[in-house]
């Protein structure tokens, strides 16, 4: 995933360019960004929350 490509960053890039100078995307290195979904499923969710989103993905579950 690359953050620097995405529309957000884009915007800010030209936001702070308009009212600073400066181009912030010369200061940062261009790394792409690894999410790791299942770590943080173990870390945030219940333990009922990631079965329930199971549930939602394999259409069992019509509403929230």
Do not use: C, W
Not at 6 to 25: N, P
Not at 39 to 61: A, D, G, I, S, V
């Amino acid at each position: 995933m690359d953050i620097y490509s995405s529309s957000i960053f884009k915007s800010l890039q030209r936001e702070y360019k308009r009212e600073f100078g400066i181009d912030i995307a010369s200061f940062m290195k261009p790394k792409s960004v690894v999410v790791d979904f299942k770590r943080f499923e173990n870390k945030f969710l219940t333990k009922k929350q990631p079965k329930f989103m199971m549930m939602l993905l394999m259409h069992y579950q019509q509403h929230i």
